[in-house]
């Protein structure tokens, strides 16, 4: 860790508030393309553990879905100390690992098929119409929990990702892209995160 890594690290733990429990991360096949991608994301999962996430998310955005086989697999193979669930595009059901990777599952897709999951409930009369709320549909999501902090590498763009989810996190851009993203750079969006006042929409 050079001396400005270590400048804000002590930023972060004198911090009066807290960090992001939560935080999910945007990538694309592209990033993972780059030499050395997956040792960066072992590396950025650590860092998320250790300055204070409980929890961590990562979309991975693709293009092409016959690419998808491949990147599970690699996926799966990270090398970190913490449980890792992965999924693909067609796979709905929830994980209670701490980290969670997603793979071409867009946000209107996941609301897509959490609706239709509903209606068909409805339908069969195993639902009530009636009893029909927020929590109704966060149950049926992929990854129903709300990240804190969202990061988004290289450009100013969510892409189509936990558009329920996130519509109350705190987004981060960086204009630094995937394969130069550095410890530092992880520490700026986590003491962007604690110096923001969190409306939740108010």
Not at 1 to 16: E, I, K, P, Q
Not at 35 to 41: E, T
Not at 136 to 161: H, N, Q, Y
Request: proline share 5%.
């Amino acid at each position: 860790m050079g001396l400005y890594d270590v400048y804000l690290a002590a930023r972060h733990r004198r911090h009066d508030e807290d960090p992001p429990r939560h935080v999910a991360l945007l990538l694309t096949e592209r990033d993972l393309l780059e030499q050395g991608a997956y040792g960066r994301l072992e590396a950025c999962l650590e860092w998320a553990v250790e300055y204070g996430a409980e929890r961590i998310t990562v979309s991975v955005a693709v293009l092409d879905e016959a690419v998808v086989p491949t990147l599970k697999s690699e996926l799966r193979t990270l090398e970190t100390p913490h449980p890792v669930s992965v999924h693909g595009p067609d796979d709905t059901s929830h994980s209670d690992a701490p980290i969670r990777i997603a793979i071409g599952l867009g946000g209107k897709r996941e609301f897509a098929t959490a609706v239709a999951s509903i209606a068909d409930e409805a339908v069969a009369g195993s639902l009530d119409p009636d009893e029909i709320d927020e929590e109704t549909i966060s149950d049926r999501l992929v990854f129903p929990d709300e990240p804190d902090m969202l990061i988004k590498t290289g450009a100013e763009r969510l892409s189509d990702f936990a558009i329920w989810q996130s519509v109350y996190s705190e987004l981060y851009f960086t204009d630094v892209n995937w394969r130069d993203f550095r410890k530092r750079d992880f520490l700026r969006a986590v003491l962007d995160f604690q110096n923001r006042q969190r409306r939740f929409g108010r």
